[in-house]
């Protein structure tokens, strides 16, 4: 009987616990279109995996009468469970409690999930919708925050980490997702900001909304901090299962390999076709993606932000495989600062967790001018290099259509320790552009050519002359920079032979401490 009692007071603890901040609170919560932090679990994992930790803990605070205010397990849900069957850890903050702002007990959740999830080798997922550092606490919420950090840091590299947008996040507290591998945001009732928009006014005198500063949209276009935006929570969801679906457990395993459907040998005569005769005419470099990848799939990452280069998740015969790709339809494929940092980062990613690494180049140069120039695209362009000369994962190389200068050096080139650097016959790679070279070269013989009709004539020639040199992929071919010139029908092929050889690839960097990379 005395059994029965207790365990009555279990369930009832229980049925408390996954109250939250009580019924009104989530009414109040779903009434502005959010689920609450243990909805979002549910939908996030494999149906009924979830196994929740710490649902009895309860905040300490004593000032301003909070001993009287408490709710079971605080103002976060903590656990673990399976993502298609492999183990994940996460952590929702509840809204309903204090608006999920943080305690010191709230960090002891987290950072014991965090830990969790180290110990297991298994990735984690924060889902972040909270006013920030509970008030009460003081400087008890800053070092947990603190806590939360130092454990987002240490796990860089060794567990994928990811953040999840739901609610506010500003402040301080913007700094763990920012600290993770990558961002999704919500469209709506989502923002991540610094300081808020009365801080903005009393400071800078600036009238902002919310939305226009950290909102779903701002982040994801203009500024580069969200990886993914969702029009809904659920959609979101999805997404950061498709994600996890591409990545390894840690850094010490490969990512899953997925049965592929799609044959490997598949020719697609339309890349044959797909490169304009003009060279300065645009085309899709997503259509090239999607007509190389198993079934046309691609999960692009940062597709709002520096559209010029396209970075995401393909597989090749089942093998999880980074995509790097300039994109001649936006900017001309020109590398400038957002570009290079966006694609430097996702290069580190990928080798970071041993997926291999595909490059597909179309690039004119960097981006010149003041602009970039003070924006320090010397610095943005040496990362980009440094992430591919560091990395260590297969990498496999086409050219398309350009590759000048620089930006050919920087696009995975050979001597950057490319493993496989193949070319289209479409490709030129070369020092730059015909008519800047010929500007160069001619400068002086052009200029005293008096008659204009004569001086173009002698342009066109010297113009043409440079592009029967240059103009091709074959002058590098001589060299051995190119290691083939293949037909654009069979590139899924030959990129998935490649792969496949590069199986058993081996190679490591010298020893130090950690690199100096330019950030
Ligand atoms: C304690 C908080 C709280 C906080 C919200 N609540 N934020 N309690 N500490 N930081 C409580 C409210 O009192 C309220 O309690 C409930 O959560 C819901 O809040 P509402 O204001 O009713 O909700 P809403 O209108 O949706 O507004 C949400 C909000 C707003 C925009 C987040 O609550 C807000 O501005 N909060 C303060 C944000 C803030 O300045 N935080 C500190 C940032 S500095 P009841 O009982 O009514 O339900 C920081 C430093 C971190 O975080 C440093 C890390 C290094």
Redesign the pocket.
């Known amino acids: 009987m005395e059994t029965q009692k207790k365990i009555k007071r279990l369930v009832e603890l229980r049925g408390q616990a996954r109250l939250g901040?009580g019924q009104k609170?989530i009414d109040?919560q779903h009434a502005?279109g959010k689920y609450t932090a243990r909805e979002r679990i549910e939908m996030l994992l494999d149906k009924g995996s979830f196994e929740e930790m710490d649902m009895f803990v309860t905040h300490r605070c004593t000032n301003f009468g909070m001993e009287k205010?408490s709710y079971l397990g605080d103002g976060v849900v903590v656990g673990h469970g399976t993502i298609d069957g492999r183990v994940v850890c996460v952590f929702a903050q509840d809204?309903?409690?204090?608006?999920?702002?943080?305690s010191e007990t709230m960090s002891l959740k987290i950072c014991k999930v965090m830990d969790l999830a180290m110990k297991l080798g298994a990735p984690i997922i924060g889902i972040n919708d909270?006013?920030?550092?509970?008030?009460?606490?003081g400087s008890n919420?800053?070092a947990g925050?603190?806590e939360i950090?130092e454990r987002n840091i240490l796990a860089s590299g060794v567990i994928p980490q990811i953040s999840v947008i739901f609610?506010?996040c500003?402040?301080?507290?913007v700094?763990s997702p920012a600290l993770t591998d990558f961002i999704m945001m919500a469209d709506k009732n989502s923002y991540m900001f610094i300081t808020?928009p009365k801080v903005v006014k009393a400071v800078t005198g600036e009238d902002v909304s919310?939305d226009e500063l950290g909102g779903a949209d701002v982040h994801s276009r203009k500024s580069g901090v969200v990886h993914f935006k969702a029009a809904g929570e659920q959609e979101g969801l999805n997404t950061i299962r498709e994600l996890i679906s591409y990545l390894p457990q840690n850094n010490m395993e490969d990512a899953p390999v997925a049965v592929c459907t799609d044959p490997v040998s598949r020719m697609d005569d339309s890349l044959n076709a797909i490169v304009p005769d003009n060279p300065n005419k645009p085309y899709d470099m997503k259509e090239i993606i999607y007509a190389l990848s198993d079934n046309r799939e691609f999960l692009e990452v940062q597709p709002l932000y520096a559209q010029n280069i396209i970075c995401g998740f393909a597989r090749f015969n089942g093998v999880s495989t980074g995509i790097i790709a300039n994109q001649p339809k936006f900017l001309a494929g020109v590398l400038d600062c957002d570009a290079s940092r966006k694609a430097a980062r996702f290069v580190r990613f990928c080798d970071a967790f041993n997926i291999q690494i595909l490059t597909l180049v179309d690039v004119p140069g960097f981006l010149p001018g003041t602009g970039q120039e003070y924006a320090g695209i010397i610095n943005h362009g040496a990362k980009l290099m440094f992430a591919y000369g560091e990395a260590t994962v297969p990498k496999v190389t086409v050219t398309v259509r350009k590759s000048y200068g620089g930006s050919h050096i920087v696009m995975s080139c050979k001597q950057l320790r490319g493993d496989f650097n193949y070319a289209w016959p479409s490709a030129e790679i070369a020092v730059m552009g015909a008519s800047g070279a010929i500007e160069v070269l001619e400068g002086r013989a052009m200029a005293a050519i008096e008659d204009p009709t004569k001086r173009a004539e002698f342009v066109q020639q010297k113009e043409a002359e440079y592009k029967e040199k240059f103009a091709n992929p074959y002058q590098a071919a001589t060299m051995g920079y190119i290691d083939d010139v293949i037909e654009p029908r069979n590139t899924r092929f030959r990129i998935i032979r490649a792969f496949e050889a590069l199986k058993t690839k081996k190679l490591s960097n010298p020893l130090k401490k950690h690199s100096n990379i330019p950030l």
């Open positions: 901040g609170r109040a502005k205010e809204f309903t409690v204090f608006g999920g702002s943080l909270s006013g920030g550092a509970r008030i009460q606490e919420s800053l925050y603190s950090f609610g506010p500003a402040g301080g507290a700094y808020g919310v």
